[in-house]
């Protein structure tokens, strides 16, 4: 708490010393990614940074606008995050399910250390009953987004837990200049519709959006996919002086066919598209209300936000068949539910130093969860008997505090601190599992810019960044399923990083960018496949290059080409197994994307084709067992007519490929195999084949 005081104090004085000075003068450089409100309005609810100096803090930092977004054809809500160059969105299990994530190096899991914020709140469950982390993308409604905003790396002030890999912040628009309907079907039983209207009210806007979809999908046991969604606000003046209040409803139910073992594929026990558990599944919902709050003028600027959560998960899955429970099953139920309050708030203050531009914004976060989380076992979700149940409460606050100073016209740099103090509570019905535990940490943070020069810009970076880990993970005493005694873990785990890069848009069209990445963590969060949930692991390093271009070559035709490479390492021996290798499981090492975009969407015939490879990856410590590469193409061609009506067609694994969505290896029992016995054998969800999905859509 100490420190965190003194982050306080330094704060305020650098705050008084700066207000004396007047407006930031000098020149502004030229923007490497600009972006524009193409959707009729956008709120400034989650952006990031703020004042004068909105520019890349780093060469893989990027801003794109929705328009762009709603270029791409995708299967399901989150992969418009794959706009990011080197983020892989992907899924195990039924629609409803949170996504898995994959970028730098890392198998994400549901989320863990890539912080999603959605219209200025976190995504990020901590605490969770299917893994630290998880984040749940399934509410977005993509039509809504008017800027996605990636940050790679620990190297900004504003971002906090779950942010080392990076971070991506949703902003949904205000308004909409013409009221938007549209209606999808497609394979395997896809319905979607969905009207997003806006109307003046008073000196404001009123914006609504109402979404429903159904989805069966490929599988021998249907998903029976059933989701409703809405979002409703109301706003006051721009993004940098106004005001809006939002509401968000969402509820879905579904099946999942969660991944499978290849023997029991190869075997003929099951098709492709089969399942060794088919009452798997689960239902979620998401009720939120949020506000957020900015004024600015030429001497400085204030954002505010607040934002109730409310949200529910059941989830029933079953990984290993008969391994445990030769009778009854593996299957598991995992429910989380919670309540989250939290907010931030930030002023920025401008001025000069020695007749140069400086800023310096001072922030504060804060957020408390108060979880019920628990764990059974369960045959057709009937259920068994209970392994945990806990009540938990935890609470965390951050200060930062960042300065940007353009010391020329061609250098410029960014210091921040930030401070971050937890607090749990776990009321367990395990008594000896049960407690409390605080932890803080500060996390200093550097980068630099030169430039530009022909267009070009280069940039270092470096930091340092945490991820918190499962509260009930910190206080447990006893293992819930053995009785054995069960090692603590700590609260918050150091993360350090660096990177340089070059930025550049040399040639008329193109924004292109190189980016040699670092990072270190002292404890790996790792997905544990025969638990269905994340443990702490071992010192892990990661090191590699991206390489990322979009090239606007004319005003009916763009390209993207991005490709990364990382190499993934543990850096320490397993105390328990010192002979087991340092491959950190399911960390990617290749992935790359490509795509054009011919057309104008609100006039004429326009289309587009993209293609994502997702490398192979070791799914185990020794690299016995990998997994396969995976190449999709995903298409689109349409019609838009002079009224307003517009006609699509998206065709989804265009070229119908039998690849992996993704994979693990570790031990199962079918029930077909000895009692007692167990194979160690990759597990994994295949890639949907060829789906077709028309939309028809209007605006008036």
Known sequence: ?????????????????????????????????????????????????????????????????????????????????????????????????????????FNLDHGTDLAINVDGMPVNMPTHGHGQGYADLNFLIPELISTLQVRKGPYFAQEGDFSSAGSVHLNYIDKIDRNLWLTSLGSYGYKRGLAIA???????????????????????????????????????????????????????????????????????????????????????????????????????????????????????????????????????????????????????????????????????????????VGLADTVARQKLNVVRNDSVRQTNGAVYIENRYKLTDWFRTTLGLRGDTYLVDVNSNISANSGKATDSIVSPKFGMAFGPWSKTEFFFNAGRAFHSNDARGVTISVDPRTGLSADKVPLLVRAQGAEIGMRTQIFEGLDSSVTFFGLDYKSEILFVGDAG??????????????????????????????LTWSHARFTAPDPSMPLLGNNVPGAPTMIAAAGFTIGDDNKGWFGGARLRFFGPRPLDEDKLVTSKATTL????????????????????????????????????????????????????????????????????
């Open 633 to 700: 193409v995903n298409g689109r061609v349409g019609y838009a007519f002079e009224n307003g009506m517009k006609l699509q067609l998206d065709a989804l694994n265009l070229f119908n490929v039998k690849a992996e969505q993704i994979a693990y290896a570790y031990d199962s029992r079918l029930s077909t195999e000895a009692a007692g016995s167990s194979t160690y054998d990759r597990h994994y969800h295949p890639v949907e084949p060829l789906a077709l999905r028309l939309t028809l859509s209007g605006r008036l």
């Open 1 to 105: 708490m100490r420190r965190v005081a003194r982050l306080i104090s330094v704060s305020a004085l650098i705050s008084v010393w700066q207000s004396g000075y007047a407006n930031a003068q000098g020149a502004i450089l030229p923007e490497i990614e600009v972006t524009a409100d193409l959707a009729g309005g956008r709120s400034g609810q989650g952006q990031i940074g703020g004042g004068s100096f909105e520019r890349p803090e780093s060469s893989s930092e990027r801003t794109i606008t929705g328009e762009r977004l709603m270029e791409r054809p995708i299967m399901r809500p989150a992969e418009v995050l794959e706009a990011a160059p080197g983020l892989i969105i992907t899924q195990h299990s039924g629609e409803g399910k949170a996504n898995q994530y994959f970028l730098r190096g």
């Open 198 to 372: 806006s109307n003046s009210l008073g000196e404001g806007q009123v914006l609504f959006a109402g979404e429903a979809s159904a989805y069966n999908g490929p599988w021998d046991t249907p998903d029976r996919l059933r989701k409703l969604n809405t979002v409703m606000r109301y706003s006051q003046g721009t993004a940098n002086n106004g005001f809006s209040v939002t509401g968000m409803a969402y509820v879905n139910r579904w099946n999942s066919t969660d991944q499978v073992a290849e023997r029991a594929i190869t075997s003929g026990m099951i098709g492709r598209y089969g399942s060794l558990d088919t009452t798997d599944g689960g239902n979620s919902n998401r009720f939120s209300l949020s506000g957020r709050w900015e004024q600015s003028d030429n001497d400085s600027s204030t954002r505010a936000n607040a934002y109730i959560i409310n949200s529910s998960l059941n989830l029933y899955n079953n990984f290993t068949y008969f391994l445990n429970d030769p009778i009854n099953g593996d299957q598991f139920h995992q429910s989380d539910r919670r309540t989250i309050l939290g907010g931030q708030a930030s002023h920025t203050f401008k001025g000069e130093v020695a007749g140069r531009p400086m800023e310096t914004e001072v922030g504060f976060q804060t957020r408390n969860d108060s979880i019920s």
């Open 533 to 562: 949930t994340t443990e702490p692991s071992r010192p892990s390093r990661r090191y590699g290059i991206e390489w990322a271009n979009h090239y606007k070559y004319t005003s009916w035709l763009s390209l993207d080409v991005d």
